[in-house]
């Protein structure tokens, strides 16, 4: 796609795109539509099954990219609720017209500037980050696949449907933090975090190779809570606290940097948010390592050595 | 069906589903100046291709060198 912003950049734009087309699709057919600047991507999962019943599970939020790939998601969005409803039942009215069966997704591009939201395209399959919509719905995705592959009916109806929680997912990308360039060899040290309202989804364990040929995701990592709040302060805990990877670089920092930022804590964010606030983001980075760990045991030692025992021991 | 980008446009648009104001089968600059006057659209705006890929070129998503530029935010 190519973007537009004087009449005299048309000519031009036009004839790229269409040579663009022509060699990925075989006829050089253009679209042509307008641009929503500061645009969210807000998508609805539905299920449905072969006897028309359709059934949403609410919508995620897939806001936060870098290079158009998704890096955190979450459940449900930041939209007000009389939005939220009209969007869900918007999904799964056209799911229902179309005939479609099994788990999907109806994306949409949300504009805050005018609170309108534009279809962009179904996807006819399991997501990355279906596993969030499970945390807060406590329904297993998979699973209704399954059954509704095997031609039953869906086990739940529009009303059984009540999210009573909020779940954020992060994307641990085999990449580095700063340039998003791929970062590949032999993981020496992986922890996992543990702990009520935390899940992990991983690809890879210790002293195995990432290697270069493929995807760079090999671990998702997924928390939850009462409120969005809530869930947030579980993956800082997660983030920071539990997680070690050591012998590759990861997107780690940046998923952090990104949670804390307040733009992002207010829900104040776009697709460009990266992008936009890319040089603050690293400017937080604290990377930790095996040897941080030590020199704060280390400084235990020394504090203990020169005070003596605290009131606490 | 939902894999072509013009053609799901148009099934969404025919279930009462708001789609991005745009025009389709545009083949001169004209074109595009005169649906931006009629229709009161203002910069900036996108331009593209985005189809389905070709039978027999091994592929099974979108196309272009890589996927993910092609169609942004399908992954």
Known sequence: MVRVDTPDQIPGALAQARSEAKKSFGNDTVLVEKYIEHGRHIE???????YRHVVHLFERECTLQRRNQKIIEEAPSTLENDLR?????????????????????????????????????????????HGITELITGLDIVGIMLDVAEGKPLPI?????????CALEVRLNAEDPKTFGPSFGKITRLRTPLGPNVRVLLGAAEGEDIPPYYDSLFMLLMTSGADRADALRVMDRALTGDLRIEGIKTLAPLLLSIIRHPKFIAGDFSTKFIDQHLPELVSGFRERTSEDEMLRVAQYVAEISALGPQSWM | MMGDK????????RSNVPTIPGIENVTSPDQITDWMR???????????????????????????SDPRRACPGSF
């Open chain 1, 157 to 165: 109806k529009q009303i059984d449907v009540v999210p009573n929680r």
């Open chain 1, 85 to 129: 409803q009209e969007i869900c039942v918007t999904a799964a009215r056209l799911m229902r017209r179309i005939g479609y069966t099994s788990a999907g997704a109806v994306e949409f591009l949300f504009d805050p500037a005018t609170q309108s939201f534009y279809f962009l395209e179904v996807n006819t399959r399991l997501q990355v980050e």
């Open chain 2, 6 to 13: 013009i053609q799901a446009k148009e099934i969404a648009r």
């Open chain 2, 38 to 64: 009629d229709q009161d659209i203002a910069f900036p705006i996108m331009q593209g291709g985005c189809g389905r890929r070709r039978q027999g070129d091994g592929q099974s998503r979108y196309a272009g």
């Open chain 1, 44 to 50: 609805v999962q539905v299920v449905a099954d072969e």
